[in-house]
């Protein structure tokens, strides 16, 4: 894109013919007035044809892997020896977390009595051939951002004679805040001891019990190479374009451009620029003040200055550098007090910030908004991969930033040592 809005000589005469300066061998969108319309047409469209790449290119192909929406129950270890007499008292006194018999919103009820039927008809003459883990390996297995292996969980309490703790159910989607308390959310602990059952249950006045072990539903893990083909489609045909356009700045470019500062010298050099005549002694600042109001230059008595190299460099440039990367930390900033507000409600923080945490590639923290429940695919993709956009122009700017720095300590080196 810089070729693309390189300056030849007669941009630069034309330019400094109406008091204009323009950037040279700096990524300057100054210059894009200046130049000819075939090379801003080739600018506009690398630039345009760079925005689909950054926000889909990343998804065009990729791997999704199915996470399990599971329920927690908490039975006595005398059901699981006699599944008939699980069924029996799930039917005479049923319990669950939340259920609200007066509750009036379309489905409740349907969804209440299709939960129970599966409880019945699946869990309970099930559970006794899953996975048995220790309350530690639960915890452990459990307490993943998604969960892959394993769904639906029973948690196993020591056997009271008669039986007086009854199925209490959970509905919960890959989360695990039910091993937490209820009232302390930066609580670090969590682990199934504290799951959350008898909560409301003020007839039998029953509170939750440390499980004696659990029993752990295998769930094959479902992994997909998934190609999406309109990103597919957007990818190839900015690639076609951006290919085509380089193909046409090669030949309307070649051989005319002064890109570099060693460019602009020798031509310079050849052939003098008149507009600028007697300015050498001025510094940046005061002599485009004189030169743009087209006033003439007056003697200067040489004195000794320092410079720094931020003095290289338009205001204009140098603030929206900053105002860019304050952006961009407040982003960052932000999202990282979603994931550790998320880690905190999930009993997940102290494990977080540990030092073995910053070791573990694959440790990540899920963020989202409610609003994001019912967005499509290509929209999600959007929102993920916009904080690309922000990032290549971070680069953009810095990069010309940095090339201002170092052009003017090319430039004073010039005085400083011959160079050939």
């Known amino acids: 894109m810089q070729l693309a809005i390189a300056l030849t000589r007669d941009d630069v005469d034309a330019a400094h013919a109406r008091r204009r300066w323009l950037n040279i061998g700096v990524p300057s969108a100054r210059n894009v007035r200046a130049v000819s319309l075939p090379r801003r047409l080739c600018w506009a469209l690398l630039l345009l044809s760079s925005f689909p790449l950054h926000l889909v290119y990343n998804s065009a192909v990729l791997e999704s892997q199915a996470t399990t929406e599971y329920i927690v129950a908490e039975l006595d270890a005398g059901f699981l020896d006699n599944p008939g007499a699980a069924v029996s008292a799930l039917e005479a006194n049923w319990t669950m977390i939340g259920e609200n018999p007066n509750a009036k919103w379309p489905g409740y009820i349907e969804e209440s009595h299709a939960r129970r039927k599966y409880f019945r008809d699946y869990i309970v003459p099930n559970a006794a051939h899953w996975d048995n883990l220790t309350p530690e390996a639960c915890a452990s297995t459990y ?14 309490v020591p056997h009271e004679d008669p039986p007086r703790r009854l199925p209490g159910l959970v509905d919960e989607v890959a989360h695990n805040s039910w091993m937490c308390d209820a009232g302390f959310s930066w609580n670090p602990e969590c682990r199934p001891g504290r799951a959350r059952f008898g909560v409301g249950d ?184 916009t904080p690309q956009v922000l990032f290549s122009a971070l680069y953009f700017m810095y990069n010309s930033l940095l090339s201002c720095f170092l052009q003017a300590a090319e430039w004073n080196a010039l005085s400083l040592k011959p160079h050939t």
């Open 202 to 385: 003020s007839a039998r006045n029953l509170t939750p019990a440390e499980p004696a072990y659990c029993l752990a539903e295998p769930f094959r893990q479902q992994c997909d190479l998934e190609v999406y083909a309109p990103f597919i489609v957007t990818v190839i045909v900015c690639n076609a374009v951006k290919t085509a356009t380089m193909l046409a700045l090669f030949f309307v470019a070649r051989g005319r451009s002064l890109n570099t500062l060693g460019d602009a010298i020798t031509s310079f050099l050849k052939r003098p620029d008149l507009s600028t005549k007697g300015f050498g002694a001025y510094d940046y600042r005061p002599m485009l003040t004189l030169w743009e109001a087209n006033a003439q230059p007056e003697p200067l008595m040489w004195e000794r200055r320092k410079k720094r190299r931020l003095h290289a460099v338009s205001r204009r440039r140098f603030w929206l550098s900053w105002a860019l990367f304050i952006v961009a930390v407040a982003i960052v900033l932000g999202l990282v007090i979603m994931a550790v507000a998320t880690d905190s409600d999930s009993g997940r923080l102290t494990t977080s910030f540990s030092p073995s945490s910053f070791l573990v590639k694959d440790y990540s923290s899920v963020v989202g908004w409610d609003a994001l429940a019912g967005a499509s695919f290509a929209s999600l993709v959007v929102l993920v991969n």
């Open 143 to 156: 307490s993943g951002v998604m969960l892959t292996t394993h769904r639906n969980l029973i948690l196993v």
